[in-house]
């Protein structure tokens, strides 16, 4: 990915948006644009406080997010909202179609059939959310918004530094797929940080979330 330039940065944290008015915690929000709840607010805060002392005080080189509002308000709650803010599309949570909104339990009472098409293997490439997204159409998409991210860090050519991404469970676990072959659980308010060393992304810390309030 990059197309092959340098990229000097040598740190990506990624974050998990938190909590929503529309809990996100048991509904499945993919495209539906959500705000933070207060709690979600919360979990920011907190995520904020762990990179800075995982990472030190400094600011983020270049901080990136969704263009979805609960992934938005997360970057500029973690990152301060003087920062340089860049949405990339891609980044934009899988289309759950029919599910949008709906708990998994509403989700079987309603749509049987697909519920149990779907649970049999929930992250298989070749299942489409009925009236949504594709997952194998869903993950290409991720890797190009990241094959662009990485592209205009090349072309920006960082001297060093850490890059932030605020995004969604599905984008989070197919950029660390990406990039470090690794598939983390995302919770809400999750941290995730990668580290750049011998040209090659490695997992530095993932799934931290010891940090959220309970």
């Given at each position: 990915?990059?197309?092959?330039?340098?990229?000097?940065?040598?740190?990506?944290?990624?974050?998990?948006?938190?909590?929503?008015?529309?809990?996100?915690?048991?509904?499945?929000?993919?495209?539906?644009?959500?705000?933070?709840?207060?709690?979600?607010?919360?979990?920011?805060?907190?995520?904020?406080?762990?990179?800075?002392?995982?990472?030190?005080?400094?600011?983020?080189?270049?901080?990136?997010?969704?263009?979805l509002?609960?992934a938005?308000?997360?970057?500029?709650?973690?990152?301060?909202?003087?920062?340089?803010?860049?949405?990339?599309?891609?980044?934009?949570?899988?289309?759950?179609?029919?599910?949008?909104?709906?708990?998994?339990?509403?989700?079987?009472?309603?749509?049987?059939?697909?519920?149990?098409?779907?649970?049999a293997?929930?992250?298989?490439?070749?299942?489409?959310?009925?009236?949504?997204?594709?997952?194998?159409?869903?993950?290409?998409?991720?890797?190009?918004?990241?094959?662009?991210?990485?592209?205009?860090l090349?072309?920006?050519?960082?001297?060093?530094?850490?890059?932030?991404?605020?995004?969604?469970?599905?984008?989070?676990?197919?950029?660390?797929?990406?990039?470090?072959?690794?598939?983390?659980?995302?919770?809400?308010?999750?941290?995730?940080?990668?580290?750049?060393?011998?040209?090659?992304?490695?997992?530095?810390?993932?799934?931290?979330?010891?940090?959220?309030?309970?």
């Open positions: 990915m990059s197309g092959g330039r340098t990229i000097a940065l040598t740190t990506m944290a990624l974050v998990r948006h938190g909590e929503t008015e529309g809990e996100s915690s048991i509904r499945y929000h993919g495209r539906t644009d959500v705000a933070l709840s207060e709690l979600g607010r919360a979990q920011m805060r907190a995520a904020r406080r762990e990179l800075a002392q995982r990472l030190g005080e400094t600011a983020f080189a270049h901080v990136f997010s969704s263009p509002i609960r938005i308000e997360g970057a500029r709650l973690i990152a301060g909202g003087s920062a340089t803010l860049v949405t990339i599309e891609e980044f934009a949570e899988v289309h759950f179609g029919l599910f949008e909104g709906l708990t998994a339990e509403e989700i079987r009472e309603r749509y049987p059939e697909e519920f149990a098409r779907w649970r293997d929930p992250l298989a490439p070749a299942y489409t959310y009925p009236g949504g997204e594709n997952r194998g159409a869903f993950a290409e998409r991720v890797r190009r918004g990241l094959d662009r991210m990485l592209t205009m090349a072309d920006e050519q960082s001297d060093g530094g850490c890059a932030l991404v605020v995004a969604h469970r599905g984008v989070i676990r197919a950029i660390v797929s990406a990039l470090a072959a690794e598939e983390p659980s995302v919770e809400l308010g999750s941290v995730h940080i990668l580290e750049r060393r011998n040209s090659r992304w490695h997992p530095r810390a993932l799934d931290i979330t010891a940090h959220l309030p309970r």
